[in-house]
């Protein structure tokens, strides 16, 4: 079970750190072992990619068996691919530690599964029926003398050196787990198990609290203003306040102050922590909608920039609710946040934005976006979660600077970005 960020529940100004922030304060020793333990896995790694893996091997020490396994989880996954590549990054910092012990602590805590992968991939193993000093092939080696053979194959020099170094420590600490691996080495394949280690990937995240499929898509459905419009008891059934298992919620109180500052989300957030009953819903719900994002969207955990801009865009689209929320009758913003819960600005948000899409979308079945401006703006409004070209802003002459645009989004923040840029599309097809 992932421990939830009880510090959370109220923020000293030291506590006010973005995910980079939190990552330096961890890396350079500030946060006492009982407050690391405290915070979920999921922040802990996305604090440690703002500021870079390089120095995982001495927080990795420092974490419950529950959240080293999760913090591989996140780095060796996106969606259902496994990420070789990231397996001997990884793998190669853990082994610059002469002592073994971080690369000890390393296969104690990786999915068997996922390391039965690798080994199933680049190994092969040979067990003559009598001990023999004559090995089987070229580059076999022999940790038992000579009842079992094993050789690498396909590697490069350094890969080829860290199985070895892997295989080695296997054996000297744990030789029941070593030959029960390379006994079954080719008894699957390896999209089999691929599949297996995917699914038990998918259990732990789903036991940590993180929401399933159907939950994600029910959080991210848009919301529109005639259901808001509503009578009291009929809204109360369509905008259900969030519920479920608080205690296993991954918390990401960092993501309040990652990225720019939004109005009138900042305001709405200093009224919620000066009422310290309504901090831990805030903090805890935004957490949920931040993880529903992820499934829904499909966002790759181990891309730092992706994680960012997704932050963003919840955020962003919690802003535009909180704007869009001043249209309905004369309650504030903190009254419909305590009876329906932050899911009710987030949502509302999203109704802008795919009203949006859907005019994007349009402009992109017909061809009617032509000049650079356009089709950039049609290329950012009609991906799933919409986003806007860096270059476009509401009050500037931009449009005039067609050499100077650049390709890069950024997540809406206003309805008057959305508004404005629906105008600008409206223009350049007339």
């Not at 961890?26 to 790694?45: D, F, R, V």
């Not at 002592?99 to 003559?128: C, G």
């Not at 009254?335 to 949502?347: A, H, K, M, S, W």
Request: with cysteine; hydrophobic share 40%; charged share 25%.
């Amino acid at each position: 079970m992932i421990s939830s960020d009880k510090s959370s529940q109220s923020f000293l100004p030291e506590q006010r750190r973005d995910f980079r922030g939190l990552g330096r304060a961890i890396t350079q020793g500030e946060l006492s072992p009982e407050t690391l333990h405290q915070l979920s896995a999921q922040t802990i790694y996305l604090a440690l990619t703002a500021v870079g893996l390089e120095s995982v091997p001495e927080v990795l020490q420092e974490l419950s068996p529950e959240q080293y396994q999760l913090i591989l989880d996140f780095e060796f996954w996106n969606r259902d691919q496994f990420l070789e590549d990231h397996f001997w990054n990884l793998l190669r910092v853990i082994d610059q530690d002469t002592s073994h012990e971080l690369l000890q602590q390393f296969l104690a805590r990786i999915d068997v599964q996922l390391l039965m992968l690798v080994l199933n991939q680049y190994t092969r193993a040979y067990f003559p029926e009598e001990r023999t000093d004559q090995p089987p092939t070229a580059n076999c080696y022999t940790p038992d003398g000579g009842y079992t053979w094993v050789s690498i194959v396909e590697l490069s020099p350094d890969r080829h050196r860290l199985l070895g170094r892997v295989l080695a420590i296997l054996f000297e600490t744990d030789a029941p787990k070593f030959y029960q691996l390379v006994g079954d080495l080719g008894s699957a394949t390896g999209a089999e198990l691929e599949e297996d280690a995917y699914a038990a990937k998918t259990r732990r995240l789903t036991d940590a609290g993180f929401p399933n499929q159907e939950t994600a898509w029910k959080l991210n459905t848009p919301l529109s203003p005639e259901l808001l419009r509503a009578d009291y008891a009929d809204k109360i059934k369509i905008v259900a306040p969030l519920s479920g298992r608080e205690d296993l919620r991954p918390m990401l109180h960092p993501a309040i102050f990652e990225g720019r500052e939004l109005q009138p989300l900042s305001e709405f957030i200093e009224k919620i922590f000066a009422d310290n009953a309504s901090t831990e819903q805030f903090v805890t719900e935004l957490s949920l909608l931040l993880n529903a994002a992820m499934s829904f969207y499909s966002v790759n955990f181990s891309d730092a920039d992706e994680m960012h801009l997704l932050i963003e865009k919840v955020k962003g689209a919690i802003n535009i609710g909180l704007e869009g929320m001043a249209e309905f009758g004369p309650h504030s913003s903190a009254e419909y946040f305590t009876q329906f819960g932050l899911g009710v600005f987030y949502r509302l948000g999203l109704y802008y934005l795919a009203e949006l899409r859907k005019v994007a979308l349009h402009d992109s079945a017909a061809g009617s976006a032509s000049d650079g401006a356009s089709l950039a703006l049609v290329q950012g409004a009609t991906q799933l979660f919409p986003v806007v070209p860096e270059f476009f802003r509401v009050d500037a002459d931009w449009a005039n600077q067609q050499g100077k645009l650049e390709p890069n989004f950024r997540a809406f923040a206003h309805r008057r970005e959305i508004d404005a840029v629906k105008i600008y599309l409206a223009g350049s097809n007339a």
